[in-house]
């Protein structure tokens, strides 16, 4: 089932509401009233919460509370979509670099608390009388990290999110997971060493069926430029099911991390491309350990490795050779610092990708929506949080919000 637009408003039916500064128009298609708007103005909200850190199934819990109506430039948002990404995960955990802090500052919960979540679409409900950048109805993303999405409502300044200029065309799990992943994909490409189409780059990657990977391999695509997919082995069909989705989406090659141990991997590499002459000048690493040694070694001088996750939770070795006879440059991305500090460049990138998404030029992560209505329990959301941590999964888990 998508993720639930809601219809169009009435003015009567959003008296409570102040009006955005801006010229009037005629609300979106997709806006519609909401129940959770009591006789006083308040909006009735519900939020993951956490006051310690620890495994999901552990600490999360539901959180009931009241939002104000909105003034100056405050916004009072709905969320739409709200994936669960492993640093979200990571973050209840504990174990993650950054982390929210824990407050009582405007949930009124009894102990200090946090909301996990760094990624959503939000529709905006009502604003304050200050804010000038968006309207009733206008879908908007987070500008920053730490916002925590995972709830059904949420009041921020106007200047923690960005609007989306053109909703039609998009849904809110596309708008509402693009943050990330394909931001990480695009960066990642762009901005460590200049690949050129024309002289026959390649580009190498494990996790390539992830969220990342699947973007990467699509930008590559469109960018021209060759890559090698390394994806971990999965049995009969399924395997090949997956090989073949990938070479679909743009991957050159699809190859397993067996396959790249393997002391033949180098002499296959030289195949493809053409005795070395055409040269693999960048490895985008998520996993860490031997597969990422691996990948290292048949990277061609001068090249880099930027590795932006290690799932397998091992430590790479870097043989000195690479460094020294190769050459080889080893570098490091994490999106959430690179957004915090680049905003504008990241809203560019997200136009970019957005566009893309409305020409059907990059194709939708595959995705297990989690529906969250209002009657949904505790344990249901808990559980798909938890559920995350298990094994081969169908699809990024992504809250979905019903109309409540």
């Given amino acids: ?26 609300p979106h298609p997709s806006f519609q009233p909401s129940r959770h708007i009591s006789a006083y103005g308040y909006t009735q909200a519900k939020a993951l919460i956490y006051s310690k850190y620890g495994e999901p199934k552990d600490v999360l819990s539901l959180h009931s509370h009241s939002i104000s ?6 916004l009072t948002l709905r969320t739409l979509a709200a994936p669960l990404n492993p640093a979200d995960i990571n973050q209840i955990q504990g174990t993650y670099p950054s982390k929210p802090p824990l407050t009582t500052t405007g949930l009124g919960t009894p102990l200090p608390s946090a909301v996990p979540g760094n990624e959503a679409c939000f529709q905006v409900l009502s604003a304050g009388s200050g804010a000038t950048t968006v309207r009733r109805g206008d879908w908007v993303i987070a500008k920053y990290t730490g916002l ?15 609007r989306v200029e053109e909703k039609d065309g998009l849904t809110p799990t596309q708008v509402a997971t693009v943050g990330v992943n394909p931001v990480t994909a695009w960066r990642m490409l762009k901005d460590f060493v200049p690949l050129d189409a024309e002289r026959g780059d390649w580009f190498v ?9 699947r973007a990467a391999i699509q930008l590559g695509k469109k960018w021209g430029w060759k890559n090698i997919a390394v994806v971990r082995s999965r049995p009969g069909d399924e395997g090949v099911a997956l090989r073949e989705e990938l070479l679909a989406l743009g991957a050159t090659h699809v190859v397993s991390e067996e396959e790249v141990l393997a002391r033949s991997f180098a002499d296959q590499v030289a195949t493809w491309t053409d005795g070395g002459r055409e040269k693999v000048r ?44 190769k050459d080889l440059v080893f570098d490091g991305f994490w999106v959430s610092k690179w957004s915090d500090k680049h905003p504008e460049e990241k809203e560019r990138t997200v136009r970019e990708l957005l566009g893309m998404i409305r020409r059907a030029e990059l194709r939708d992560v595959p995705t297990v929506e989690v529906l969250w209505g ?19 999964r169908k699809g990024k888990g992504v809250f979905c919000f019903e109309e409540m």
């Fill in 148 to 162: 925590g999405t995972w709830r059904t409502h949420i009041q921020v300044p106007e200047d923690r999110v960005t």
């Fill in 205 to 213: 990657q494990n996790g390539a069926n992830s969220g990342v990977g």
């Fill in 374 to 392: 209002e009657g949904t329990e505790a344990e249901e959301l808990v559980s798909a949080v938890q559920g995350t941590l298990e094994g081969y």
């Fill in 69 to 74: 109506p909105p003034h100056s430039t405050l």
């Fill in 282 to 325: 960048l490895a985008l690493n998520c996993v860490g350990g031997k597969p990422a040694t691996a990948l290292a070694k048949i990277l061609s001088p001068g090249a880099h490795m930027v590795t932006y996750g290690a799932m397998s939770k091992q430590p790479m070795l870097i043989p000195a050779g690479l460094l020294i006879f």
């Fill in 1 to 26: 089932m998508p993720c639930v637009i809601p219809r169009t408003i009435t003015r009567s039916e959003f008296r409570i509401s102040q009006h955005v500064a801006l010229p009037r128009k005629a």
